[in-house]
C-alpha cells in the first residue's frame, strides 16, 4: 500500500509541488511495461510530483506477486520523467524505467540498495538509500517536499534525494 504524505503545497513558486486529484488519477498508467511483461501498477500506490521546472515525475510501486520470473526479486516500482531530475545525486534524463530496492533484514540499521534499471531490464546506476529510523509513520511510498528545490522519496524507512 502507497501513502502520499500530505505535505503543503503552498511552496515558493518553482519548486517541487505534489500533485493530486484528478492530475495524479489521470497520469497513472493501468499498466506498465518491463523486460517484455506488462506489470500492474499500484493506482493507490503511487505519487505524482512537479519540479522546479514544471515537468512531472510519476512513481508508483508495481505488482510483481505471481510472476515465475525474477521479476519479483528485481522489481519494486516504477518511475517516469517528462524532465530531468537528481536521484541520489545521479542525473536521470526524460524517461521511463523499473526500480528495486533491496532492503536489509528488518532489524538491521543498514541502509538499503536502490537499483534503476531501463526498460529492458539493463542495470543503469544503484545507490545506497539510507534508512530512516525517526520517521514516523513509515509507509511504502512517499514524497515529502523540504526545499523548492529538494524532495525526498521514502520507500517504507529507506529515503532518497530528489533534486531538479
Known amino acids: 500500500m502507497l501513502t502520499l504524505a ?3 503545497l503552498g511552496l515558493a513558486q518553482g519548486g517541487f509541488q505534489i500533485l493530486t486529484g484528478r ?3 489521470d497520469a497513472i498508467p493501468r499498466d506498465f511495461y ?3 511483461s506488462a506489470l500492474a501498477v499500484e493506482k493507490r500506490n503511487a505519487v505524482l510530483v512537479e519540479t522546479p521546472s514544471g515537468k512531472r515525475v510519476l512513481l508508483a510501486l508495481i505488482v510483481t506477486s505471481g510472476w515465475a520470473s525474477q521479476l519479483p526479486h528485481k522489481y519494486s516500482g516504477m ?3 517528462e524532465g530531468p531530475l537528481s536521484v541520489c545525486g545521479r542525473r536521470l534524463m526524460v524517461g521511463s524505467y523499473g526500480f528495486g530496492l533491496h532492503r536489509p533484514a528488518v532489524e538491521s540499521t543498514r541502509d538499503a540498495q536502490f537499483i534503476l534499471y531501463n526498460q529492458a531490464g539493463q542495470r ?3 545507490c545506497f538509500a539510507k534508512k530512516d529510523l525517526h520517521l ?3 509507509r511504502p511510498l512517499q514524497t515529502i517536499l523540504e526545499t523548492p528545490h529538494s524532495a525526498r522519496l521514502y520507500i517504507g524507512r529507506y529515503e532518497l534525494e530528489l533534486r531538479p
Request: aromatic fraction near 6%.
Open 6 to 8: 500530505a505535505a503543503p
Open 23 to 25: 492530475k495524479l488519477k
Open 34 to 36: 518491463l523486460e517484455g
Open 79 to 81: 518511475l517516469i520523467s
Open 124 to 126: 543503469i546506476w544503484g
Open 136 to 138: 514516523r509513520e513509515p
